[in-house]
């Protein structure tokens, strides 16, 4: 499908587990963002990625690691998942000639 | 640094009611505003922009003026309908650009009955 899409749509785990957030695009958007959503905080940015292979931390990026080996997928991995990191997670993409970020879903992720 | 202040919600109006949600920010330069909307279980749209100063956004009946002298950019609408019901988040780009880092508001929810 076109567009942008993440998945898993939801995420139960336990505290200390790893996991892996998927985001994927098929626009070719040199921009991809990673966002959390949290009540009273709305969305607070936590990487992204200008390009293949360059990566910036954003707010909140302690206890995330992204990588972006290809334009088109940036996953995002809680490392030891606590129990702060529940919340909605938004993966979006951009290009400069569009002037907008086009946001996936969400993952809700729910960390015990 | 920058930031983006809301009204609190939920605002909850009848169809047909007029919609302001408040929005002020505080940012260095010249920053771009942005509206947006997520509707139940999706993710954000872009629901209007604009990037200098006495600019008007507008989109779906929505309508918002960049304000330099208030640093505000409320939203408004004229008269809402049961489908308008959703969170809007007001956002800033320091950059003047929607396609680089956002800054964004808490968000307001808005309930609007039949």
């Known amino acids: 499908d076109a567009g942008i899409t993440q998945s898993p749509r939801y995420k139960i785990t336990e505290t200390g587990r790893q996991v892996t957030l998927m985001c994927h695009q098929t626009?070719?958007?040199?921009?991809m963002f990673w966002y959390r959503q949290d009540l009273g905080h709305g969305l607070r940015l936590i990487y992204y990625?200008?390009?293949?292979?360059?990566?910036d931390k954003g707010e909140v990026p302690d206890g995330y690691v992204v990588s972006r080996s290809k334009t088109e997928n940036f996953p995002l991995t809680l490392e030891s998942a606590t129990r702060s990191q529940t919340s909605v997670y938004f993966c979006?993409?951009?290009?400069?000639?569009?002037?907008?970020?086009?946001f996936g879903p969400g993952t809700r992720l729910t960390v015990l | 640094g920058n930031s983006v202040t809301q009204m609190e919600g939920p605002v909850t109006l009848s169809e047909e009611a007029f919609l302001t949600i408040n929005c002020t920010y505080t940012?260095?330069?010249?920053?771009?505003l942005f509206w947006y909307v997520q509707y139940p279980g999706e993710g954000l749209q872009l629901l209007l922009k604009?990037?200098?100063?006495?600019d008007k956004g507008s989109n779906k009946g929505f309508e918002a003026t960049y304000r330099k002298e208030t640093t505000s950019f409320h939203l408004e609408k004229g008269s809402v309908q049961v489908s308008d019901s959703a969170v809007y988040f007001c956002?800033?780009?320091?950059?003047?650009?929607?396609?680089?880092?956002?800054?964004f508001g808490a968000g307001t929810q808005v309930v609007v009955t039949p």
């Open positions: 956002a800033l780009s320091e950059n003047g650009n929607s396609w680089g880092k956002l800054q």
């Open positions: 604009a990037t200098k100063a006495d």
């Open positions: 979006a993409s951009s290009t400069p000639v569009l002037n907008e970020q086009f």
């Open positions: 940012a260095t330069g010249y920053p771009s």
């Open positions: 626009w070719s958007h040199s921009y």
């Open positions: 990625s200008a390009a293949a292979d360059i990566t």
